[in-house]
Antibody, heavy 121, light 107 residues
Framework: EEYLVESGGGLVQPGGSLRLSCAAS????????MGWVRQAPGKGLEWVAN????????HYVDSVRGRFTISRDNTRNSVLLQMNSLRAEDTAVYFC??????????????WGQGTTVTVSS | DVQLTQSPSFLSASVGDRVTITCRAS??????LAWFQQKPGEPPKLLIY???TLQSGVPSRFSGSGSGTDFSLTISSLQPEDFATYSC?????????FGPGTKVEIK
């Protein structure tokens, strides 16, 4: 079975940094795009970032561009999200997701359980 | 950015009811739309992608339709396990965006 397990969440002060990790298992990790989606408390889902198999294509939502960096390690089947200059509005559960491309279409078909990031003084 | 609006935002229904949720995009997105189901404390679960393609393992009572700017998710006969929040998501253009969600509760 296919799994994604996130780690690295926690409490951090505004302006601080945090690094989220996502460990994948049960599928050929280096064949898939990966990404992150977040959900603030009591709010809807927000796509954060995507990365392709070779790390030569990355996309970010405007609110995190320049502060967050997505990367991956295909030897360790992991995807990372380095989060710098954190703000209160970054407080959320962060989900690691697999992007499965089917011809032209994408589907976010595997999700981790999420890791909680709280930005507060 | 493509804004997605959903209606209704809240829906009260009974087991066995036919339920339809709509999602409208602020610009045409062809059929690059997915639907997710989320229960409290759980990650979202993919139901439909490419507007109308049922994800493997999802019951056939779920169906999706639409293209361009107007889409819908229909549950043909609501089951107890279907009470949840449903969200649409577009992957036609970056940034990918989600709708605000529709909460389906038991009447």
């Amino acid at each position: 079975e296919e799994y994604l397990v996130e780690s690295g969440g926690g409490l951090v002060q505004p302006g601080g940094s945090l690094r989220l990790s996502c460990a994948a298992s049960g599928f050929s990790f280096n064949n898939f795009w990966m990404g992150w989606v977040r959900q603030a408390p009591g709010k809807g889902l927000e796509w954060v970032a995507n990365i392709n198999q070779d790390e030569n294509e990355k996309h970010y939502v405007d609110s995190v561009r320049g502060r967050f960096t997505i990367s991956r390690d295909n030897t360790r089947n992991s995807v990372l999200l380095q989060m710098n200059s954190l703000r209160a509005e970054d407080t959320a559960v962060y989900f690691c997701v697999r992007r499965n491309r089917v011809v032209l279409w994408s589907r976010l078909d595997v999700w981790g359980q999420g890791t909680t990031v709280t930005v507060s003084s | 950015d493509v804004q997605l609006t959903q209606s209704p935002s809240f829906l009260s229904a009974s087991v066995g009811d036919r339920v339809t949720i709509t999602c409208r995009a602020s610009q045409a997105i062809d059929n690059f739309l997915a639907w997710f189901q989320q229960k409290p404390g759980e990650p979202p679960k993919l139901l439909i992608y490419a507007a109308s393609t049922l994800q493997s393992g999802v019951p056939s009572r779920f169906s999706g339709s639409g293209s361009g700017t107007d889409f819908s998710l229909t549950i043909s006969s609501l089951q107890p396990e279907d009470f949840a929040t449903y969200s649409c998501q577009q992957d036609h253009v970056y940034p990918w965006t989600f709708g605000p969600g529709t909460k389906v509760e038991i009447k």
